[in-house]
């Protein structure tokens, strides 16, 4: 068990529709990240949040968002949701502001099956 | 540009055997991390091993230890002794610099079957 936990296990939902992806990291870490592992795009890196700021952006698309809340867990908002969107999605957490060598520690994920 | 390349798709070895699974990166950034993690069939990603690139000795924890080549800019994962609950999908992951997107860059992984 990482510590980073993750809800929900299984989403199903229809093409057009809104999910809400919820994630509390590890406690002391103040950094959050999402990532998507889909099978033609491996692992992805999305959004990172640094203790309630965003820090950096990947191939987040625009359908997508994401925040930090004050007590450190974080949510990853998909809307207009289509059938690409289907994958694994992480969380990840670190203490944060120690650079390359800071491990990730992964959350169990959310499986989202947009049919 | 792929910075993270791991050639082998999948591995089939015996139980008890060594394996070794392979990691090239690519970066002009002299400080960057190396990371290899595991996912079994069920999902979860679990973090094993970490090299730094100024570390002077490759990592070890337990049976897992890394082979890291920093001229031929290589990091590959050395399993000893397998075990039937080795078989996952296998990452090889980098993180670069201080600044900037502290992201993790992964490998395309490699599938590990480990046979009785």
């Known amino acids: 068990d990482s510590g980073v936990t993750q809800t929900p296990k299984h989403l199903i939902t229809a093409t057009g529709q809104r999910v809400t992806l919820r994630c509390s990291p590890r406690s002391g870490d103040l950094s959050v990240y999402w990532y998507q592992q889909s099978l033609d795009q491996g692992l992805q890196f999305l959004i990172q949040y640094y203790n309630g700021e965003e820090r950096a952006k990947g191939n987040i698309l625009e359908r997508f968002s994401a925040q930090q809340f004050p007590d450190l867990h974080s949510e990853l908002n998909l809307s207009s949701l289509e059938l690409g969107d289907s994958a694994l999605y992480f969380c990840a957490s670190s203490v944060g502001g120690r650079g390359a060598g800071e491990t990730q520690y992964f959350g169990p994920g959310t499986r989202l099956l947009v049919l | 540009a792929q910075k993270i390349t791991q050639t082998q798709p999948g591995m089939f070895v015996q139980e008890k055997e060594a394996v070794t699974l392979d990691c090239t990166y690519d970066t002009s950034d002299p400080s960057y991390g190396l990371f290899w993690y595991k996912q079994p069939s069920s999902g979860e990603m679990i973090f094993l091993i970490y090299?730094?690139?100024?570390?002077?000795q490759n990592a070890t924890e337990g049976r897992y230890s890394l082979n890291f080549q920093k001229a031929r800019k290589s990091a590959n994962l050395v399993i000893s002794a397998s075990q039937l609950g080795d078989s996952a999908m296998y990452f090889c992951a980098m993180r670069e610099g201080f600044q900037g997107a502290q992201k993790l860059v992964f490998g395309q992984g490699t599938r590990l079957t480990i046979n009785p």
């Open positions: 090299q730094g690139s100024y570390d002077q």
